[in-house]
């Protein structure tokens, strides 16, 4: 994957872009907003990480110009404007997710792989989900491992289609706080973990091989590789 | 409530100065009413001993000339064409035997002393009252001659009636006066008071219109705009500076968490490893209350309810699904009582305060206990309770609880940054809601009354 980062800071663009390339993306790098924003409509890239406050043009105002004149590209912004309201401008503007500073790489890579997955995906929209021998079936609202009913709770199935989405691909506490739960806050203790781990036991329960895995200081993963 | 308050107090000031001035008028009106009907008193009876004087003087002269039976002659005359319908006559015998006068008997009361004496002119009950002078002559008869104050003691009469009527009408204006006066002032301070409340209840930009004259109320709306403009540029100032620290603070937090996960990745070591990731979960924490921090200075600094009639009752079953787990996990439950409310509010920032409550409920409340969930309609007012089964809050520590960074000494150990309270109240005052600490014997109850939103009110009023 071809990866644009307009970031101005040199330690953190540097260490984004050493992480990306060790993820195996190519990484184009800029710290200017017109140089940016040059880059991003002479070149073709599959997903923009975007700093808010750049010297030239602001990273918002290059958003709103790509989007007006037709480009498509995801776009994930990082900014240390990290309130809720902020996060709305950004993603009106045209942003594709928005990450507050500071944030950790992991997170960050989290989000972009889902971009990209998403990008990919786009598309299609399926009836059912697959993930080794768990299988979800969307419009009768039930859920198969090796062939055997699952009992869950609404928001327990909520929390395992967005896992199988973005299944084989890391999922941080905030995205699942922000795609099953629906709410914005800070919950000062990790109550996400304790529903993760619930539905962790309905899903293994003797059934097969692990599939939800926890990833140290990053989230969890749905899928065979650990 | 400061404000309401405020308006009772002067309104009762008003009040009181009013009655005051009002009872001081009556007590003033009073006295000189007394003095007054005393000294017409004393003056009609100087007059009518006078003319009993007088009357007197004639008829011994008539005595010492012509003799008792001429004395009974004019009295008997007198009596029976009179020339004064006001004057009286007796004359008695020393055995009280009436030989001429107006009565055929001697009255009890008279004695056969000379001098001046007041009695009946009939006996009658109703009677006018007679002041006569007694006179024993020296054959052991009585002269009495007397004049009663009937025409003067109706007038008096009178004059009593026409003070209490005044009086009663002096009460009458005094009350009307002072609802004038409390009107008045009512309406002279109704503007900068409801200007106070808009700018308590966040309008920052509000001001007082300012009144022509010179006046005390002229110059309080002055005043209170010179405050207000104040109190505008300090909470500017406060916002301005939060914002660039918070900036400032950012890039140096993001640089540190950088290094370090940056150190985590080079590391071959599992020991540095071990020592990075320690360091990494410390600035974490750093950066969740940072963050902590920031977002209570921009609750604070913010009045806006984005939602309108919000439905409170889902966001509150939201936060206790969510919560409930981990409750469950420590053994304890929570039930949830909740009734339909909507409120103008927040979202997010309602779920953040009551997850804030739970979070400090399933914290601090014991293994295997019940925590309960309330959400109920009372007046205007959607009220939330949380109560738990811990160790509850000591009626002195309340207040305290809510400011920045205070944790009670008996929680130093466990997990927390010291702000969740404080975010609680900001978000409570944010809302306009009221928010009490309860004892809930035992634990502790936290009671939030939220105005409920307006178009629930008229649908309530119009019932």
């Not at chain 1, 710290?31 to 700093?51: F, K, N, P, R, V």
């Not at chain 1, 969307?138 to 896992?163: N, T």
Request: proline letters at 3%.
């Amino acid at each position: 994957m071809r990866v644009l980062l307009v970031e101005d800071e040199p330690l953190i663009s540097e260490f984004i872009a050493k992480g990306l390339r060790e993820a195996g993306h190519n990484v184009d790098h800029t710290a200017s907003g017109t140089d940016g924003l040059h880059m991003a409509t002479h070149e073709t890239y599959d997903a923009l990480i975007l700093d808010r406050m750049l010297p030239g043009l602001e990273g918002l105002e290059l958003l709103r110009i790509l989007r007006a004149s037709g480009h498509r590209t995801p776009i994930l912004i990082l900014s240390s404007l990290g309130d809720v309201e902020q996060r709305v401008l950004g993603l009106r503007a045209g942003a594709d997710d928005y990450l507050a500073k500071p944030f950790s790489f992991a997170e960050l890579m989290a989000r972009l792989e889902g971009l990209l997955r998403r990008q990919a995906s786009s598309l299609e929209t399926p009836m059912r989900l697959h993930v080794a021998d768990l299988e979800m079936d969307l419009l009768k609202r039930s859920v198969k491992r090796a062939g055997q009913i699952l009992e869950l709770q609404p928001r327990e199935f909520r929390l395992l289609e967005f896992l199988m989405r973005h299944a084989e691909q890391v999922v941080t506490r905030t995205m699942l706080l922000e795609a099953v739960w629906d709410y914005h806050f800070d919950p000062q203790t990790n109550v996400i973990d304790v529903h993760v781990s619930r539905l962790r036991q309905k899903i293994h329960r003797d059934l097969g091989p692990p599939l939800l895995h926890t990833i140290r200081g990053a989230g969890y993963l749905l899928g065979m590789r650990a | 409530m400061l404000i309401a308050n405020l308006r009772n107090f002067a309104a009762s000031t008003l009040n009181r100065l009013v009655l005051t001035y009002g009872l001081g008028l009556i007590l003033v009106f009073g006295v000189i009413g007394t003095v007054g009907l005393l000294s017409f008193d004393h003056l009609l009876d100087l007059d009518i001993r006078q003319t009993v004087q007088v009357e007197h003087e004639s008829l011994m002269e008539v005595y010492r000339s012509d003799g008792r039976d001429a004395v009974k002659k004019v009295i008997a005359e007198r009596v029976r064409e009179p020339v004064n319908r006001e004057a009286f006559y007796l004359l008695v015998d020393k055995n009280a035997e009436v030989l001429a006068g107006h009565r055929n008997q001697l009255p009890v009361s008279l004695t056969h002393h000379k001098g001046w004496v007041r009695f009946p002119w009939r006996a009658e009950p109703d009677s006018d009252q007679v002041l006569a002078y007694v006179q024993p002559l020296d054959n052991g008869d009585l002269l009495i001659t007397g004049h009663t104050s009937g025409a003067q003691s109706h007038l008096r009469e009178l004059i009593v009636r026409l003070g209490f009527l005044f009086l009663a009408m002096l009460c009458m204006l005094t009350l009307l006066f002072s609802w004038l006066l409390r009107r008045a002032v009512d309406r002279a301070l109704e503007a900068p008071l409801d200007t106070v409340d808009r700018v308590a209840a966040g309008q920052l930009n509000e001001r007082v219109a300012e009144r022509v004259g010179n006046d005390g109320f002229a110059r309080l709306g002055h005043t209170l705009n010179r405050m207000l403009d104040r109190i505008h540029v300090l909470v500017g100032g406060i916002q301005s500076s939060t914002d660039a620290i918070a900036h400032d603070l950012r890039t140096p937090l993001m640089r540190l968490k950088t290094r370090l996960e940056q150190a985590r990745l080079e590391s071959r070591d599992e020991n540095s490893v071990q020592k990075i990731d320690a360091a990494i979960a410390e600035a974490d924490q750093l950066i969740a209350t940072f963050n902590s921090l920031l977002r209570l200075a921009r609750i604070e600094a913010s009045h806006e309810l984005p939602e309108k009639n919000l439905a409170l009752d889902e966001v509150v079953n939201d936060a206790v699904e969510m919560w409930q787990v981990l409750a469950e996990a420590k053994g304890q439950s929570i039930e949830a009582d909740v009734d339909a409310a909507k409120i103008d509010g927040d979202r997010n920032l309602l779920f953040q305060l009551i997850s804030n409550l739970l979070d400090n409920a399933i914290k601090y409340a014991p293994i295997e206990s019940r925590i309960y969930v309330r959400l109920a309609r009372q007046d205007n007012f959607a009220v939330l309770t949380v109560s738990d089964a811990g160790p509850g809050i000591a009626t002195g520590e309340h207040e305290h609880v809510f400011d920045r960074f205070v944790r009670l000494e008996s929680h130093r150990g466990t997990p927390g940054s010291g702000l969740g309270l404080s975010v609680v109240r900001a978000i409570a005052i944010q809302h306009h809601a009221n928010i009490s600490l309860e004892n809930a014997k035992p634990g502790l109850r936290v009671a939030l009354r939220f105005p409920m939103a307006s178009r629930n009110m008229d649908k309530m009023s119009s019932n």
